[in-house]
């Protein structure tokens, strides 16, 4: 049971909008900044969105973070191919004294 | 660039030990916490251990808290991650991270820890 809650899975078409939660709780997402990464099967994790909403340089601009009280959002705009694969969120946990990610989220470009 | 590099994982025993170490280059070691993630097969992943800069405050995950233990050498750029008491649980594959939970998050590519008899 992960400490971040995301949906298993998500879908969409090629450009279409997808957007994919992150719930935490006052001790983690609500006090600490959002990580997402991106990971395609068979690779290691890449940084897509960091400090809630901001793309390192590499990212394209389709992609985008924001947060709202204990819960984070990732959106993909434009939807491709290519930008299936498995999304996870972390931030840091006060109360765990740890960082903490969600279950992942497995997107699926139809 | 940044780069992390993890040394070989294997197959232990049950009961048994490993020490896995992490080499960064491509930017000043010392100046950043250090992480060890893991994620079993087809699972999400797990948050293991952290240490901060200059290796003196280490952070555990509860299940591995008594048994692995986190270090660093900044002289050699490396990290380390010894574990103790392996479990069949504890198989996955072992990545080490730079920045986790900031802006400058970079992750090795991983090597493969097998508990098994």
């Known amino acids: 049971q992960s400490v971040l809650t995301q949906p298993p899975s998500a879908s969409g078409t090629p450009g279409q909008r997808v957007t994919i939660s992150c719930s935490g709780s006052?001790?983690?997402?609500?006090?600490?900044?959002v990580n997402w990464y991106q990971q395609v099967p068979g690779t290691a994790p890449k940084l897509l969105i960091h400090s809630h909403n901001q793309r390192p340089s590499g990212v394209p601009d389709r992609f985008s973070g924001s947060r709202s009280g204990t819960s984070a959002s990732l959106a993909i705009s434009g939807l491709q191919s290519e930008d299936e694969a498995d999304y996870h969120c972390a931030a840091w946990d006060d109360s765990l004294d740890g960082v903490v990610f969600g279950g992942g989220t497995k997107l699926t470009v139809l | 660039e940044v780069q992390l590099l993890e040394s070989r994982g294997g197959l232990v025993q049950p009961g048994g030990s490993l020490r896995l170490s992490c080499a960064g280059s491509?930017?000043?070691?010392?100046?950043?916490?250090m992480n060890w993630v893991r994620q079993a097969p087809g699972k999400g992943l797990e948050w293991v251990s952290g240490i901060s800069e200059s290796g003196d405050t280490t952070h555990y995950a509860g299940s591995v808290k008594g048994r692995f233990t986190i270090s660093r050498d900044n002289s050699k750029n490396t990290v380390y991650l010894q574990m103790s008491r392996l479990r069949a649980e504890d198989t996955a594959i072992y990545y080490c991270?730079?920045?986790?939970?900031?802006?400058?998050?970079?992750w090795g590519q991983g090597t493969l820890v097998t508990v098994s008899s």
């Open positions: 491509g930017f000043t070691f010392s100046n950043y916490a």
């Open positions: 006052s001790s983690n997402i609500g006090s600490h900044t």
């Open positions: 991270a730079k920045d986790l939970v900031a802006g400058g998050a970079s």
